[in-house]
């Protein structure tokens, strides 16, 4: 039974090895999506090997009674599916600030957070365009209030352009 499992396991990560297409070094654009009530963040993909990058993503509002920003840094590992098509998973953390000015009620905090990330993405042959879709479930330490279940599921349309 060991040799079977260990036989499947090193089919599966010899599958995945030969699947892996180069990415490209430099993705500059937009995440827009539920964000936690962020709506979007400027997003920045550096490729450090043929199927792995690094993302950050730097969120921000300003509205009526909410004033923030979240800084979010990954580790993702890249693989082909057919054509233009990858899908990637990744993890990581990052780092935020928020505060509340409503009727006389104000508050504020800082926010740490762990991290996981699963999409696909398509990168267009005749121009520099990338789009994806993700999802970044976030685990939230030291709060502060900011959210009262610690968890927040983050999906998010990308679209990058790449250099």
Known sequence: ?????????????????????EISKNALGLRLGDNDGFGGEVSYQRGLGDNNRLELDLGWRNSNDVDAFKL????????????????????????????????????????????????????????PIQLSLDLRPELYFNSDDYREDNFGPDIALGVRYKF
């Open 72 to 127: 979010a840094g990954l580790y993702q590992w890249v693989w082909n599916i057919d054509g233009g098509f990858n899908w990637y998973a990744g993890v990581g953390g990052g780092v935020g600030s928020w505060s509340y000015d409503k009727s006389g009620i104000s508050d504020s905090g800082t926010i740490l957070f762990a991290a996981g990330d699963i999409g696909i993405e398509y990168n267009f042959e005749e121009a």
């Open 1 to 21: 039974m060991k040799k079977l499992f260990l036989s499947a396991f090193m089919l599966l990560g010899l599958a995945f090895s030969t699947q892996a297409q």
